[in-house]
């Protein structure tokens, strides 16, 4: 069993940054992969980005078009912690972000089917 928490969410003005941090248990969680993903209000959920190990030390990162160039993913395998770094946030990035794990990737992580553990989710919401 995986647990995780997201924290770091809040209210913001557009144009500034946020970083989100999700904390896994787990004693192999240098070989997660780790999903973020967000919900914004009447919305379904959606891919935002994923961290994966691609060979020894060195991981691989893709995001969503929507995201690609503000937002980056980062992790401290020490700490069993994931980061979302997000830049110059939009309006549109308001959403409840949500962390997941893959602890056997199984499939694509882009796909949300993939992940079998999810965190609680935090509230990020920017204002224009």
């Known amino acids: 069993q995986v647990q995780l928490e997201e924290s770091g969410g809040g209210l913001v003005q557009a144009g500034t940054s946020l970083r989100l941090s999700c904390a896994a248990s787990g004693r192999t969680f240098s070989n997660y992969n780790m999903g973020w993903f967000r919900q914004a209000p009447g919305k379904e959920r959606e891919f935002v980005g994923y961290?994966?190990?691609?060979?020894?030390?060195?991981?691989?990162?893709d995001y969503a078009d929507s995201v690609k160039g503000r937002f980056s993913i980062s992790r401290d395998n020490a700490k069993n912690t994931v980061y979302l770094r997000m830049n110059s946030l939009k309006p549109e990035d308001t959403a409840v972000y949500y962390c997941?794990?893959?602890?056997?990737?199984?499939?694509?992580?882009?796909?949300?089917?993939?992940?079998?553990?999810w965190g609680r989710g935090t509230q990020v919401t920017v204002s224009s």
């Open positions: 961290n994966s190990r691609s060979g020894g030390a060195t991981y691989y990162a």
């Open positions: 997941a794990a893959d602890p056997f990737r199984a499939g694509s992580p882009r796909d949300q089917a993939t992940y079998n553990y």
